[in-house]
């Protein structure tokens, strides 16, 4: 069941069901499924993510956190940044090198802990968001124009649930 996430080799129920059997498993092949078809379109949506802000010189991390600095006043620390994003501080300072050698952020000390610093996002990095706005929201709306309002709310309830579902990957 590993695939390259092309939709024409996409695994099917029956071959779910012959790698659960395959295995003894008392595992349920739809279940088994679902889960393959996300990961792999997961990973072909981050594919065309990378792509895609690729064209206005970023990485999909290097966008969110400008984007996370710019929703939060233009500032913030590196561990809050590493928090909300869902990464590691070194992760982090790996972002923030590039884009404050591409003058896109600056570090500055913080006025409320002396000790550590905050990232803030330059006028060069607002204007950056600003430039790639219209063609970036654009493209997310056509990624999912093939779907109606309702089904768009109703996916966002799943895709909560099955976010919260992945933490068994990780489980100890």
Known sequence: MTR?????????LEQARRQVEHYGLRADPQA????VRLISAGARVGRAAEAHFARFGLSTGRY???????DHGG?????????????????????LDGLEREGLIARRPSTEDGR????????????RLRDMAAEHFGRLEAMVSGLSVE???VFLE???????????????
């Open 4 to 12: 390259n996430g092309d939709a024409d080799e996409a695994p099917t």
């Open 32 to 35: 088994v499924l679902v889960a």
């Open 64 to 70: 969110r956190l400008l984007a996370d600095l710019e």
């Open 75 to 95: 500032e913030k620390s590196p561990s809050s940044l590493a928090a909300d994003l869902g990464v590691t501080r070194a992760t982090v300072t790996g972002l």
């Open 116 to 127: 550590g610093t905050v990232a803030a996002l330059t006028a060069r990095g607002a204007q």
């Open 151 to 153: 089904e768009r709310t």
């Open 158 to 172: 799943l895709l909560a649930r099955v976010v919260r579902g992945s933490e068994a990957l990780v489980a100890d």
